[in-house]
Every structure is written in C-alpha cells, then in structure tokens.
C-alpha cells in the first residue's frame, strides 16, 4: 500500500529527473514564460555560445514594458524601445513563438499564459517572474525563477529546487456579497503576516475555494508570494476542466478524454499529511483595504487605522501620509488603477463595471484589460463604454501602473486606489501611495473620490 501523499509531493515526483546529496532536485519543466526581462538570460546564453533547449516549451510576451496608449511608437523612451526590441530580437534568433505588441494573443504573461491553455494541470511552469504562481491554480507547479535560473531553464530545460514543505489552507464557510478572491487573499496575507508562508507551497481548500471561479483562483494563487509562499496549488476540478476545454493550446478530440482522467487524479490523498495546516472563517471576512507599504499591512474597510505601535508601523503611515486610529474608509483618493495579472481579467472588468455604469467617477484613473482577447470582450460586452462613460482612460494590454515600467506612473505624494499585488514604496513610481483592493472596491473609489465600502454600492445591481 502507498504512503498518502499531498499534490505537491505528487507534482514533485512527476517532475523530478535527480535529486543531490543535500536534497535539491533537478525538475523537468514543461513551459517556460518569458518577458522583456529576460534579456540577462539570453546574454548569458550568448556568452558561452549556447542555444535555447526547447524552443517549442518556451514562450515570449510582451507585457512589463509594452505602452498601453501608442503602441506604434513602441515606447515612450529610448530605454523601453530598447527593452522590446531585445526580446524581439532574441525571440527571432532562438526562434521562440512571441506574443508581440501588435499580436492579437498579446497580454500579461500569467493573463495569456492560461488564456491560451499553455497552463494546463500537472505542468511544471518557470517564469523569471514572482507573480508565476498563478498558475498554480489549476494544479501546476508554477513558481517564479531568477535571472541565472531562467537562462539555466533556457539551455536544459530543468532547473535546480529544493522541495518546499506542505501548507493547507482552507478557507470555511462561503464569502458575503461584495467579497470576492482579493479580500481573501489579503485577509489571509494580513493575518499570516508577509512572511508568514515563507518555505511553504500552499494547497488552497474548503468550500469557499470550490465555489470560486477560474478567474478567483487565479487570483488568490497570484498572490501567494506575497505572504512568503514559494507557490500556491489548487487542485483541478470541473470548473478547471471547463476553463481550459477549447483553449488553443489545450488537448482535444480523444486527448482531452485522457487528459481530464489524468488531471482528475490531481489531488492530495486524503491522508496526507500536510507539513502545516491554517483555517480562516469565510463569513467574518469583509473587503479589505491595505493601509501601509506591504500586502499583510491590511484591514478590512470597515475598520480603523492601526495605533501605530512599533516603528515599522509608524514609518509606514507617515509614507502613506496616514493618522494612526483614524477610519481607512472615507481616505481621499488622487486617483484610480484598475488591471495587472491579479486583477486584470475580464471578471474583474465586469465586477468594475457593475459598481461604475450609470455613475461618474470623481478621480481620474485607467482601465488596462490584462490581454489584447480581454479588452477586444470588453468592448463587446459594453464595458469598455462604461468605464468610459465614467471618465476613467481605456487603454491597451499589458502590466501598466502595477509596476509602471512603461511609463504608467502614479506622481509622488498621490494617493491610488490600485487592483495590483503589491503596495511597496515606490511601486508604482517615486513616492506613490498605494492602497491595494478588489477591482470592485477601486470602482468604488473612483465613484466617491474615497476608499469606501463597496457593498451599499452594489445594493440592487448584478455582478457577472
């Protein structure tokens, strides 16, 4: 009889071609996703006169530095032409399938990359990017690499780990209206601390992780890294099976049969024992709000600032220009920012939409859909008017204002109510304040001028 084991030990052992003496294994990977970053790589590769291992497993795509407004100038500086040009370039040279400015497939890499079905269950899948795991949400081992990793990746295929250990956390009891996939990642992220899940993969379970969409589980997995994780799992199911079945790069005719047996069998065995296990209560969970410069800096919107006990706290408010024991809610906003591979995808755009149409936003702020497929459905679909109709900009695909390498910048001493992952200082440009939450929360932000309780906001209105 076979010890029961969790679906990352599974992942592991399906992956693994070696292990060495002080237990770092040697893992076979299945896709590879590459951006504008990845140019230290290829210099690598140049240098020792190597060529890419598997080109047809490796995938390029414009996003960090791709401009959202004229895309034919390819960039607002000679800096970031330069940074498209280079992963042109080396897409060309190693002959490696490129999703460029102009592609119709064009998006954000952890957008596309399950858009296009290159992210199927059971894959192991490397990006030079932290964000990688949110792939893990449809039962891949998806983890963010370095530079010397990503060229290690480009020239073997395999990449050297050391097996993290097991973290299960399961989410009980089901989310209120207005409580989407965000507010239960940062509640979780504020309550395990941002360091809390450091060495740990984490397998999200319970009823409200079941009843989430493909789009929410993208989401609560994207920001796994962000509480310290190494990666985030979930194990597939029919809405997983849903997603992908269609998908231009997902089995059909008689391999889809096989595949979704296959994938079927992904889960952790129900004896398995877990390294750690957390639980967090669904219903006492509201929309949450971050106050400071780091994700777990958190509370929910119905709450007051923190006293300011310990330095760390102090410095944080002071940056955001925060008043310790104050109400988050009723904070005045300079501008909005919805979009970015947490919540940039065209359930985010609708849940936007449904606080946003018949109303006028008080702030300015920009829509960036996450794919140039997403924003072509949203336009479809009538959002786009909305969000237009409400003042806000309606831009084209890519990471935008999240990190603003292309130039999206918020002004330093501004205050933005922003859909993206991360709150550090300067994230989004020099002195920029960042208050992260949900896509709905930011359409209630740019509709009050203030971070404000989304709920009443929805009262009566539908949510797709």
């Keep these: 009889m076979s010890t029961p084991r969790t679906l990352l030990e599974k992942l592991w052992a399906a992956h693994e071609v070696t292990r060495r003496e002080d237990g ?11 951006h504008e970053g990845s140019h230290h790589a290829f210099a690598k590769l140049a240098e020792r006169g190597l060529s890419v291992a598997a080109p047809a497993q490796t995938f390029a795509v414009m996003d960090h530095y791709a401009p959202t407004r004229d895309r034919a100038a390819e960039g607002a500086t000679p800096e970031i032409r330069a940074m498209i040009a280079r992963l042109r370039e080396n897409a060309e040279i190693h002959q490696i399938r490129l999703f460029d400015l102009f592609d119709r497939d064009q998006g954000i890499v952890h957008v596309i990359g399950p858009e296009q079905g290159l992210t199927l269950p059971g894959l192991t899948i490397n ?21 010397t990793e990503v060229a290690h990746v480009l020239a073997t295929q395999t990449v ?3 097996r993290p ?11 209120g209206p207005g409580v989407g996939a965000k507010d239960l990642a940062l509640a979780w992220i504020a309550a395990l601390g941002s360091d809390g899940a450091r060495g740990h993969a984490i397998e999200y379970t319970g009823e409200a ?9 993208m989401t609560l997995c994207n920001l796994s890294i962000e509480g310290g994780a190494k990666l985030g799992l979930i194990a597939p199911d029919e809405t997983t099976f849903a997603y ?4 231009p790069h997902a089995p059909d005719g008689a391999d889809w049969g096989r595949a979704v047996e ?37 509370i929910p919107v119905t709450e007051n600032l923190p006293r300011g006990e310990g330095s760390e706290v102090n410095s944080a408010l002071t940056y955001m220009g925060l008043r310790a024991g104050a109400p988050i809610a009723g904070t005045p906003v300079d501008q909005v920012f919805i979009g970015s591979c947490t919540n940039g995808r065209i359930e985010d755009l609708r849940a936007a939409a449904a606080v946003l149409a018949g109303r006028r936003a008080r702030v300015p702020g920009q829509v960036t859909p ?26 084209e695909a890519g990471c935008a204002m999240c990190v603003g390498m292309n130039g999206d910048l918020v002004a330093p001493g501004k205050r933005c109510a922003s859909s993206t992952n991360r709150n550090f200082r300067g994230r989004q440009g020099p002195g920029a304040r960042t208050h992260l939450m949900s896509p709905a929360m930011v359409a209630a932000a740019a509709v009050t001028g203030e971070i404000t309780d989304v709920r009443p906001l929805l009262a009566g209105r539908a949510v797709a």
């Design 165 to 175: 250990k097991t973290l299960r956390l399961r989410f009980d009891g089901r989310l």
């Design 262 to 298: 296959d994938w079927a069998a992904l889960r952790s065995d129900e004896d398995a024992v877990f390294d750690r296990e957390e639980t967090l209560d669904c219903a006492a969970i509201a929309p949450v709000v971050t106050w400071g410069t780091r994700p777990d800096q958190a």
């Design 244 to 247: 992908l079945r269609g998908r």
């Design 24 to 34: 770092a294994s040697l893992l076979w990977v299945d896709r590879h996703l590459l």
């Design 209 to 217: 992780v079941r009843r989430l969409s493909m789009e929410g589980r």
């Design 370 to 395: 996450g794919s140039a497929r997403i924003k072509a459905q949203a336009e479809q679909e009538g959002l786009a008017e909305i969000f237009i109709a409400a003042g806000l900009e309606w831009t």
């Design 160 to 162: 050297w780990q050391t």
């Design 127 to 147: 990006c030079g990017d932290s964000h990688t795991s949110t792939h893990g949400a449809f039962g891949a081992l998806a983890f963010g690499i370095g530079a």
